[in-house]
């Protein structure tokens, strides 16, 4: 049984759907530079570990002896102040 003209066409669209690239999506270029970078990260961690300390301080005294309470005691004991580094930028731009 022969095809109708609509269904020729409604094939011949779906061929043509099928064979359209498709729109690639390209990741935004990072601008900060490393020392940015690890400046924010830092801060990041300084905020969180704050955040645990709050955390450790208001905790129940149900929880006291927990592993949760033990955890939150070796985030809080970390010292953070090993990560204020000087990065130089590199290559004569220091």
Not at 9 to 18: D, F, G, I, W
Not at 33 to 60: F, I, K
Request: hydrophobic letters at 30%.
């Amino acid at each position: 049984m022969p095809l109708s003209n609509a269904a020729r066409h409604k094939r011949y669209r779906a061929r043509l759907k099928a064979q359209q690239p498709r729109g690639r999506y390209r990741r935004p270029q990072e601008r900060r530079s490393r020392p940015q970078r690890w400046g924010e990260a830092v801060e990041t961690l300084r905020a969180l570990h704050a955040e645990y300390h709050d955390w450790r301080d208001h905790l129940p005294a149900s929880q006291q002896g927990s592993t949760l309470a033990e955890t939150l005691e070796d985030v809080c004991a970390l010292d953070l102040n090993a990560l204020d580094l000087d990065l130089s930028r590199g290559f004569g731009r220091d």
